[in-house]
Structure formats: C-alpha cells, structure tokens
C-alpha cells in the first residue's frame, strides 16, 4: 500500500463524517426557527402551570395552618381533662 492510498483511505471516512456533521448542523439552524411559535406557547404553559402552583401552596399553607390549629386546641382539651 502506498502513502497516497493509505492517505485516501483515511481522508474519505473523515471527510464524508465532517460533511455529516456539517449537514446536521445546518439541519438543526433550520428547524430551530420554526420552534419559535412552540417556544411562546411553553412559555405561556410554564407561566400557568408556576400560577396554579403558587396557588396550591397557599391553600396547603392554609391548610396545614388548620391542622395546626385543631391541634392545639386537642391538646389543651386534653390537659383539661387529664386535670378531672
């Protein structure tokens, strides 16, 4: 085998893999712009979705303040009628 071909026989595969990779890359810019209208709509989904569950972090803080509550007054229910 001469230089030349062991050369060409290296250069092929590696050239037709950077032209590979260069395709994708390409590919890849020219389908990006057409995600631009699903970018907003995520958005849109990601700021509702953050506001509905702000809002049930309210209410089981509420909640929890409820159960906290009727706690308490089990337990002083308790000690009053630990005392009799």
């Known amino acids: 085998m ?3 071909q062991l050369y060409f026989a290296i250069l092929v595969p590696v050239f037709a893999v950077m032209v590979g990779i ?3 890359i390409l590919q890849m810019n ?8 699903m970018e907003a709509r995520f958005t849109s ?5 953050n ?3 702000t809002s049930l972090e309210a209410r089981f803080d509420t909640l929890t303040g409820k159960v906290i509550e009727i706690d308490n007054r ?3 229910v308790e000690a009053i ?4």
């Open 30 to 37: 020219s389908i990006g712009g057409r995600f631009t209208g």
């Open 45 to 49: 989904l990601e700021a509702t979705m």
């Open 81 to 84: 009628l630990e005392r009799h």
């Open 2 to 4: 001469t230089d030349v």
């Open 22 to 24: 260069v395709a994708g």
């Open 51 to 53: 506001a509905r569950f």
């Open 74 to 76: 089990l337990t002083r």
